[in-house]
């Protein structure tokens, strides 16, 4: 019998502090929507005192969701944690997380503190939150970097104080596999009462060790993982969710099992990265594009005769490969429907009516119309909301002239048009497009992907633009690659407020 392993999805909020990676509420709530179809047990939803815009996410996500708990993340502060039991008010299961940094550095340098202070700052935050929830996650912050006999002083306090769940982050992604787990049975083996409590991991992967550190940490008896949907996240990145249940999938001697529906994987993977606008590198372990890609003549042969030659998970376990029905531009409404609701698009019957209006003419250019390309679609619907809109484009280019596009933006309604040049068509694109919305905006990424293989394949465009200091991404598919750019460069710009 395995040990069930309860999935803390962080990916609303520990994932959505990376720069750029804003969601507002309503794409929060389609995204929890999604964890929740998933089987993730706990949804971390936001920081409620950080903003107005987190407070709302966590209240709307504590109504939106039925079964899996609603946490809102606090400092050890009071005003913190009535804030967030406020925001939690509709969450059918409410948790509040709350705790203070442990590690020397975070005792001395952030709070000038003595270890003795915390650790009442500690009990008190928890005691204070047992007054509106039942459920109280403590996190000892940099964890990884505070010694273990203090730290098994603070967690025993803790659990004394009312704390249902006790996280160990690794905040700074500083330990050693070994270490990490280390400190986890050290724990297990220090603390009276560890028992009545759930021991959780929080790995960060500053030297790529994330992952690795969780399964070390649940191997030495936590039972909660903290993860994030493409192990987005500040720096490098939080552990990724689709890792580590998969190694418990794959690994069946850990004796460890989860609550997630696999199959969901794929498609919750490029959904965030599609709304987030946060490409998923090709060789990311499960979700990249080449994951289960064989590309050498040896593999193919070996995959061909016996799939488990060179493959260890099956495709079709994580939801690649699982659609039956291929769309081509004889498919009907019905089958766009169905497929985008598999892959969480829900549509009004205009909206519908549109995007298909735009699949055909896709589908006429590409011979079979993939999940990547169907969510460009839906992307291109949202993007009809946007108050600045392209029009038309014209761009001239090619070897020995001088790259030259003119373009036409709909703004609130109103037609305006430029002409300019650049070093290259898209520089040419966004120059004309500078000169019409005359805000100083300054590229700072830029990255053009191929969603598929074939010279017919749609490009997606993700771009960073930096205005008054703040940046905005945007994200645009196109066949063309000059229109997507565009298209992307005003997705961020309809960001920018006016
Ligand atoms: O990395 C970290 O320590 C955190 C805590 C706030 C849980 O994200
Ligand atoms: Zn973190």
Not at 153 to 178: F, M
Not at 285 to 304: P, T, W
Not at 461 to 490: Q, R, W
């Amino acid at each position: 019998m395995s040990d069930r392993v309860y999935i803390f999805d962080t990916t609303l909020r520990d994932g959505e502090q990376v720069p750029g990676c804003r969601l507002d509420t309503k794409e929060k709530v389609e995204v929890a929507k999604k964890l929740e179809e998933m089987g993730v047990d706990i949804i971390e939803a936001g920081f409620p005192v950080s903003s107005p815009g987190d407070f709302s996410s966590v209240q709307e996500i504590s109504k939106a969701v039925t079964w899996p708990t609603v946490c809102a993340l606090t400092r050890a502060v009071e005003s913190d944690i009535k804030i967030a039991a406020e925001a939690l008010h509709f969450a059918k299961h409410p948790r509040i997380h709350t705790g203070i940094g442990t590690s020397p550095y975070h005792i001395k340098y952030k709070f000038n503190s003595t270890p003795e202070e915390i650790l009442e700052r500690a009990i008190g935050c928890v005691s204070f939150a047992k007054k509106f929830v039942e459920d109280v996650q403590f996190y000892a912050e940099d964890a990884g970097r505070t010694p273990n006999e203090y730290l098994a002083r603070v967690v025993e306090a803790v659990i004394k104080a009312g704390a249902t769940v006790i996280n160990i982050p690794d905040t700074t992604g500083y330990c050693l596999p070994s270490e990490f787990g280390e400190k986890i049975k050290y724990l297990m083996e220090h603390v009276d009462g560890i028992d009545k409590v759930t021991i959780a991991t929080h790995c960060h992967n500053d030297l790529g060790m994330a992952t690795a550190n969780t399964i070390s940490g649940l191997i030495n008896g936590a039972r909660q993982a903290e993860v994030t949907i493409n192990g987005i996240g500040e720096r490098a990145g939080n552990t990724s969710l689709e890792e580590v249940v998969m190694i418990m999938k794959s690994h069946r001697e850990l004796n460890l099992d989860t609550n997630i529906n696999t199959r969901k994987i794929a498609r919750t993977s490029r959904m965030v990265s599609s709304m987030m606008n946060m490409p998923v590198q090709p060789n990311k372990a499960i979700v990249g594009r080449n994951a289960f890609a064989h590309s050498s003549g040896i593999h193919q042969d070996g995959v061909l005769k016996n799939r488990e030659s060179y493959e260890i998970i099956d495709p079709k376990d994580v939801g690649i490969n699982e659609n039956a029905i291929v769309l081509t531009a004889r498919s009907g409404r019905a089958a766009l429907k169905h497929r985008l609701e598999s892959l969480g698009v829900k549509m009004t019957k205009e909206e519908l009516d549109a995007c298909y209006e735009q699949f055909l003419k896709l589908a006429d250019k590409k011979r079979e119309v993939v999940d990547e390309d169907v969510l460009m679609l839906a992307g291109k619907h949202r993007a009809a909301s946007h108050r600045i809109k392209l029009e038309w484009l014209q761009v001239s280019a090619g070897v020995g002239i001088k790259p030259v596009a003119s373009i036409c933006l709909d703004i609130a309604g109103e037609k305006f048009e430029a002409c300019a040049t650049g070093n290259g068509p898209v520089d040419a694109a966004i120059n004309a497009i500078k000169k019409i919305i005359s805000r100083k905006m300054l590229v700072q990424e830029f990255l053009i992907q191929a969603f598929d293989k074939g010279s017919n394949d749609v490009g997606k465009v993700h771009i960073t633009v930096e205005c008054d200091g703040v940046f905005h991404n945007g994200f645009a598919a196109n066949s063309d690659i000059v229109a997507a750019s565009a298209e992307a460069f005003l997705d961020a710009v309809n960001k920018i407020p006016y």
